[in-house]
């Protein structure tokens, strides 16, 4: 499980995808600025896309 804290942003939408882009989780109407998403217990390197309320889009790359 992956915790994904925005800080003071309020997220609406957060997508998990793998390296070779395939989407593995999606959470839709997150209205929080912190999310618990299932990414499997597998070492991997993932990829979190955030959408903000406002629009604005973060891709971060993380190792599970």
């Known amino acids: 499980e992956i915790v994904i804290n ?3 942003i309020v997220m609406s939408k957060v ?7 395939r ?3 999606s959470l ?4 929080a600025s912190e999310a618990k998403i299932a990414a499997g217990s597998v070492n991997q ?3 979190v896309k ?3 309320q406002d629009g604005n889009e973060v891709s971060k ?3 599970n």
């Open 45 to 47: 390197v993932l990829i």
């Open 15 to 21: 997508q998990l995808f793998d390296v070779s882009g």
């Open 28 to 31: 839709e109407n997150v209205n």
């Open 50 to 52: 955030i959408i903000s």
């Open 61 to 63: 790359k993380l190792v």
């Open 23 to 25: 989407l593995l989780a």
């Open 6 to 8: 925005s800080g003071k």
